[in-house]
């Protein structure tokens, strides 16, 4: 197996310790790598980096080309722009792409949940474009391009049919934001129709989606939209499945491709050895399957699903008692 050189960032909060055991399920399932391991977020400035987005973090991202990363804190209503927003904007990762099923042994109250969120992770609010206009009113501006638009319904409808998935639906509200959403549906359209009619497409306005979405999540398959949306209805979909423990996710480009779980840094429970280390272990294996070690990829799915059915190695968000170690060895243990 050809040695691959993956770039790691632990970040903040829990993001060291769930980083660690994916590292360790990772190595255990024989990934011949070397880590280069890097600071990101509140952690980079307190190893004394210039700023939360070290250079040479960004650096080694685009040289290595594939990241597996920690969540990172951002600060509420004050202080720097986000690691995230930054890092997907430079790097141009343009889709978010988050599975979302039902796991073996995890009871909810859905069952045959099995769905793929696609977000745009470029622009939308997160443009970062903010003024006051005068003092006591300010405005955050919602920007949609053509350009992002066209490329990341491009990029849903080339996954979908790889996937064999059958069915697309925007969530949208282009009922108020016409011009904005507006385009985003047209371009969302404009490809189904040209390119991918093998696929089946609908729209949804995102308030009715959203009720859709509880009372049968069953029922959808791959979700395309824009930015925001995309990260209220991931964390929404998590809860669907068992939390934010259990929700993978990649942020993919042309150039190169950083793997996360959706979950934030829980600062809550951050230290205490306690978190679920499953959502980054999972996007381990989505990051496996993108350097194409599928078979790996599968060992540790099939470790991880035997560990979930058992029931007995579960973490507190699980309603089990196991630390994030212990849950990380009982997967090791079942690779071997
Ligand atoms: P969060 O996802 O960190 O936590 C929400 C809740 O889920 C908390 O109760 C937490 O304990 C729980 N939780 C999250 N991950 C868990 C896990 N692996 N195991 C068990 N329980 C888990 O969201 P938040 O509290 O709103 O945000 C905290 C910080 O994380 C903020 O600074 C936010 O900006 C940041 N954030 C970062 C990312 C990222 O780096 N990709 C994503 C989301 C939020």
Redesign the pocket.
């Known amino acids: 197996m050809a040695k691959h050189t993956i770039v790691l960032i632990p970040?903040d909060?829990?993001g060291p310790e769930?980083t660690r055991a994916a590292r360790r399920v990772l190595e255990a399932a024989g990934l011949s790598v070397e880590w280069v391991e890097l600071p990101a977020g509140a952690s980079a400035l307190e190893q004394g980096c210039e700023n939360v987005l070290p250079q040479r973090t960004l650096a080694a991202i685009t040289a290595h080309k594939v990241a597996l990363k920690g969540?990172?804190?951002?600060?509420?209503g004050k202080g720097f722009k986000?690691?995230?927003v930054q890092l997907r904007q430079k790097l141009n990762l343009y889709a978010a792409v988050r599975p979302v099923r039902n796991l073996p042994g995890i009871k909810t109250r859905y069952e045959g949940v099995d769905m793929v969120i696609v977000r745009e992770n470029t622009e939308g609010l997160y443009s970062g474009i903010e003024n006051e206009v005068v003092p006591g009113v300010v405005t955050s501006l919602k920007v949609a391009s053509r350009m992002a638009c066209t490329r990341i319904a491009r990029y849903a409808f080339r996954y979908a049919t790889r996937r064999h998935r059958k069915i697309i639906t925007v969530f949208h509200k282009a009922n108020i934001m016409k011009l904005s959403d507006g385009l985003f549906l047209e371009c969302a359209r404009k490809i189904q129709e040209e390119e991918y009619p093998n696929i089946e497409y609908q729209e949804l306005i995102i308030d009715a989606g959203c009720m859709r979405l509880v009372q049968d999540p069953a029922k959808f398959d791959v979700l395309l939209m824009e930015n925001l949306y995309g990260d209220l209805v991931s964390d929404l979909c998590a809860g669907l499945v068992g939390?934010?423990?259990v929700v993978p996710g990649s942020n993919i480009g042309d150039d190169a491709a950083v793997f996360?779980?959706?979950?934030?840094?829980?600062?809550?429970?951050a230290g205490k050895g306690?978190?679920?280390?499953l959502?980054v272990i999972m996007s381990g294996v989505m990051m496996l399957n993108h350097i194409h070690e599928e078979a790996l990829a599968e060992k540790i799915k099939h470790a991880y699903d035997a560990v979930l059915a058992e029931g007995k190695k579960l973490?507190?968000?699980l309603g089990g008692s196991a630390s994030t170690d212990e849950f990380a060895d009982a997967v090791i243990d079942k690779i071997k």
């Open positions: 970040g909060g829990i769930v969540p990172v804190t951002t600060p509420v986000s690691v995230n939390g934010l423990g996360e779980a959706v979950h934030g840094s829980a600062p809550d429970i306690i978190a679920n280390p959502a973490t507190r968000d």
